[in-house]
């Protein structure tokens, strides 16, 4: 039973810290908070969910179709409502207010067209169970933790490694002087919004097979928000180790307090960590030295 | 062919005029410093010249060429600019702003040379390559700031205020290094609070106040008029 939840935390976990690293992108390099990012989520879900009831489609290939449609779309979402605003200097008040329209129109168009039906993935193995140590774990939930662990760790490297990988790490301390060394602003923010729709796309379809697929289902993204902020905003190890806390706690506190209480104990665990730690887990704050 | 030519330019940040109709000739090859007081615009037409801060009338020439109005093609075109306060990226490694300064470049082998180089003029940055810039010491961070803009192997280097900050010592060894730099084909323009030092190794220089050229001359001219001797070079 232990070791049952805490697989099931993990992977809840892990979903949450998929998400988490698309939105703590956006925020470290833009500096506001993409409240945009749970509707490319919801999208990468339904466009998972087409290419696996319409084409037939098995989890991997679901995967990637989803991961490059939802990026093409967070790209789309920085063109048409962001890079106005970001190229006209606005506050970054105004952008997240255009994320929130986008968030909203983005449901609306799929409640116009789609419906508001709930959708079911069809079952890729989230039935199928191994069995290790006298627990039954399942196959669905380890898939979603090595998935996420892999992704994440995957884009650590990206941005460690790779020339671009640094440079996005360079905008985000100084945007302008990052201008200076020869990087075009714009491509970069696109790399970035392409790198935090891929992981919504990823996120999306986990989070629609192991739950179900609907119009406001990217509300979870308030889960990830609070992983984000608890790991340190714009840390990526961070966004993992938050996220995984995260749907660890929840997870134990919902089969063995009650599941009513689930929320209130993540909100109150983000609260008590950002009065003992106001930078999170792994967040930094090295200052300028004059 | 002059490396930079400023004609007539006008900076505002909304009401504020801060350039008012500035016009100076930088030559391939020179040192050519701008000495002023607090607010005077030095920075502004520094920011200008790379295009992050917007003029608002004039024009400037680049090796003949107008300059490219966007920043990453002016580093394209061969500028670079150690702005004022340094402005490094605090929460990357040494070696990372190094790389960072060498990102335009299509010749690694090119980059590899430069990096020595620099090793070369600041020994102490080879054993600080995995550290965080934000770490180092300000002597430390200026001699990285003025490193990275060497890595993008520039043919015109802006220097806004390298010496602030710096121990007298050390602001002479700076000055014997953009010696260095400018004897290694560079040109240079250096914006300087410390007059004395900037005019000295300068070959020509300006004088600026409240948006404005007051004066110019070589920098022999200029550190030996009585005027500027009095406002700027302490008697
Ligand atoms: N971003 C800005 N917004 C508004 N005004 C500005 C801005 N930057 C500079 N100014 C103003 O423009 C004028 C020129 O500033 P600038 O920084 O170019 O001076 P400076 O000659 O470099 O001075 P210092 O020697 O102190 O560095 C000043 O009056 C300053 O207050
Ligand atoms: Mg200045």
């Known amino acids: 039973m232990f070791l049952q939840t805490l697989v099931t935390g993990l992977s809840i976990g892990g979903i949450y810290a998929l998400m988490a690293v698309g939105y703590s992108l956006v925020f470290s390099v833009l500096g506001f908070s993409n409240f945009a990012h749970g509707a490319v989520i919801m999208l990468g879900a339904y466009l998972g969910l087409a290419l696996a009831v319409k084409l037939h489609l098995g989890i991997g290939l679901v995967l990637v179709g989803s991961i490059v449609g939802s990026g093409i779309l967070a790209v789309m979402n920085e063109r048409l409502a962001y890079s106005v605003l970001r190229r006209r200097k606005a506050p970054s008040l105004y952008l997240m207010i255009s994320a929130m329209g986008c968030s909203v129109f983005l449901e609306n168009l799929v409640y116009a067209t789609i419906g508001s039906r709930f959708y079911a993935f069809p079952e890729f193995f989230s039935r199928q169970v191994v069995q290790f140590a006298g627990s039954s774990l399942s196959l669905l939930d380890l898939a979603a933790f090595i998935v996420a662990f892999l992704a994440i760790l995957a884009l650590h490297v990206f941005v460690t490694r790779t020339k671009t990988g640094i440079a996005i790490r360079a905008g985000v301390c100084d945007m302008t002087m990052c201008s200076l060394m020869g990087v075009n602003v714009d491509r970069l923010i696109m790399v970035v919004f392409l790198l935090a729709g891929a992981f919504a796309g990823v996120a999306g379809v986990f989070l629609g097979v192991k739950y179900l697929v609907y119009p406001t289902m990217g509300w979870v993204t ?24 995260l749907g660890v706690v929840e997870t134990f506190v919902s089969t063995y307090v009650s599941s009513v209480m689930r929320d209130v104990f993540s909100f109150t665990l983000l609260i008590a960590l950002l009065v003992w730690m106001p930078n999170g887990l792994f967040g930094s704050d090295t200052e300028e030295k004059v | 062919m002059p490396a930079l030519v400023v004609e007539n330019l006008h900076v505002h940040y909304g009401a504020i005029h801060a350039v008012r109709g500035v016009s100076f000739t930088v030559e391939s090859g020179e040192i050519v410093s701008i000495v002023g007081s607090n607010g005077a615009g030095k920075s502004t037409i520094m920011w200008t010249l790379a295009r992050v801060v917007p003029l608002t009338g004039g024009t400037i020439l680049l090796e003949g060429a107008p300059l490219p109005d966007l920043p990453h093609l002016v580093v394209e075109r061969g500028v670079a600019l150690v702005p004022e306060r340094r402005r ?5 490694s040494v070696r990372e702003n190094l790389v960072m300064g060498a990102y335009n470049r299509k010749d690694p082998a090119g980059a590899a040379r430069d990096m020595e180089r620099c090793f070369t003029l600041f020994p102490i940055l080879k054993q600080r390559l995995a550290q965080l810039a934000g770490t180092l010491s300000g002597g430390e961070q200026q001699m990285l700031a003025i490193s990275r803009a060497l890595m993008s192997s520039p043919r015109v280097l802006l220097l806004d205020e390298p010496s602030l900050g710096l121990a007298p010592m050390i602001v002479e060894t700076l000055m014997e290094t953009i010696l260095k730099i400018r004897d290694e084909g560079m040109t240079v323009l250096l914006v300087e609070q410390n007059a004395a030092q900037a005019l000295d190794i300068s070959d020509r220089g300006y004088i600026m106040e409240t948006g404005r050229i007051v004066k110019s001359g070589t920098g022999r001219e200029l550190s030996d008029d009585p005027d500027i001797r009095r406002v700027y070079l302490g008697g």
């Open chain 1, 222 to 245: 308030n889960k990830a928000y609070i992983a984000a902020v608890i790991g340190g905003l714009g840390s990526l190890p961070g966004a993992l180790v938050g996220g995984l806390i």
């Open chain 2, 88 to 92: 490094l990226f605090s929460a990357l």
